[in-house]
């Protein structure tokens, strides 16, 4: 009789089932992986609700799928390896890897042939982008994604070893720290002394939700001076002032207006030089740009899927400040590994690993995802009832 896998489907929107899969077959290449953790992102919830339209405009726009097995951040173990006879399985740097190593899976797998995969530096921008987390579960082997017992891994996939010295908890951070490359964009800017992402500067970060976080985190890293937090959870407000946070805003209790004076207040009248936007609210990006001061730099990151229509005056907003906007909605695959040894450079300043502050078993998924939205959370994490 065959071997039975369970993992948590994203059915339709609303509605998560816990279902049992025949374990696979691998293909020559292919991996079978073990979660130890899987992250929920704000996509999955953003999924659950129906809001499931993302890279609009673009090519590789999708709408779901469902049903899909969620989970795109994602650490675990090899516990099976089909080695191609010609060649060993490798990581993203050469690596070889065995059964029982431990891997950070890249959510995104990017075909190498088309104009952006050849032009892109590293972001997941390929044309025919297939990502962990988001494909269709009803199609064999259908074990696509962390929130599962077991995990097929395809050939070609970018995997990193990572050694006895990383976390769990930091490994699964490296994803969505990754994804604050739109900084590192930001600091390669400052060629003159107000443009970009300077030493000393004021940053206002709207959302400190994991994503973030690892915006307030790498700001202060890159040498920010003052750093402004904006959330509606005052468990997030006072949990981010132990990660650099140097001022914090509820706007539960505050208006816009007073959040705005707040920070002219702190700049001289100027306004912030760099606000970055991780709330995923659309009407927060003029809020964003009404506080950023003349030449200053907004960055973009929230908005991973379709959220709305805002309306922007582009001279006001745009043109009469002569603001930098950076606009990205993906991680960039060459920043894992330097996340991660980011992370592990720094956890004499900041406990890395207090920031997963809750744990569900796999079949408590639903549980979980809740508990993601809830106030009072920061990275929640499903694991297998069988790892510890």
């Not at 259908?142 to 990383?166: A, N, Q």
């Not at 009404?290 to 043109?319: K, S, Y």
């Not at 040894?341 to 720094?346: I, R, S, V």
């Amino acid at each position: 009789m065959a071997e039975m896998v369970r993992a948590a489907v994203l059915v339709e929107p609303g509605k998560i089932e816990i279902q049992e899969f025949s374990k696979p077959s691998l293909a020559e290449g292919g991996l079978l992986v073990k979660p130890i953790m899987a992250g929920i992102c704000e996509s999955d919830k953003h999924f659950y609700k129906g809001e499931s339209v993302q890279y609009a405009g673009t090519p590789r726009e999708t709408f779901g799928p469902y049903p899909a097995i969620p989970g795109h951040e994602n650490v675990g173990k090899i516990v099976e390896a089909r080695h191609p006879r010609d060649r060993k399985i490798t990581d993203f740097y050469g690596k070889e890897l065995h059964e029982g190593d431990r891997i950070i899976i890249s959510p995104d797998m990017v075909c190498g042939n088309c104009y952006w995969c050849h032009h892109s530096y590293g972001f997941s921008w390929c044309d025919n982008l297939r990502s962990y987390g988001h494909i269709d579960a009803s199609v064999p082997p259908h074990l696509f994604g962390g929130w599962s017992e077991l995990m097929y891994v395809l050939p070609g996939s970018h995997l990193y070893k990572i050694s006895d010295d990383v976390s769990n908890e930091i490994a699964v951070l490296a994803e969505p720290m990754a994804v604050t490359f739109s900084l590192d964009i930001a600091k390669g800017h400052s060629s003159l002394p107000n443009e970009g992402f300077t030493t000393g500067d004021t940053v206002v970060v709207f959302g400190v939700s994991p994503v973030g976080l690892c915006h307030l985190v790498k700001s202060r890293l890159l040498g920010a001076g003052t750093i402004i937090a904006i959330d509606k959870s005052e468990f997030r407000l006072s949990f981010v002032k132990g990660f650099g946070a140097t001022h914090t805003l509820n706007v539960t209790k505050t208006t816009q207006k007073e959040r705005n004076q707040f920070i002219k207040d702190l700049t001289d009248g100027r306004g912030a030089d760099v606000v970055v936007e991780c709330a995923g609210v659309p009407e927060v990006v003029i809020e964003g740009i009404e506080m950023l001061r003349q030449g200053g730099t907004f960055v973009e990151v929230g908005h991973f899927v379709d959220a709305g229509d805002i309306q922007l005056n582009p001279h006001r907003h745009l043109c009469a400040k002569s603001i930098r906007l950076i606009g990205q909605v993906n991680l960039a695959y060459t920043g894992i590994m330097p996340s991660v040894n980011l992370m592990k450079a720094n956890q004499d300043k900041y406990n890395f690993n207090k920031i997963v502050t809750h744990k569900f078993p796999l079949t408590k998924a639903l549980d979980g995802l809740f508990q993601f939205m809830k106030p009072d959370s920061m990275k929640v994490v499903l694991y297998p009832e069988t790892s510890s």
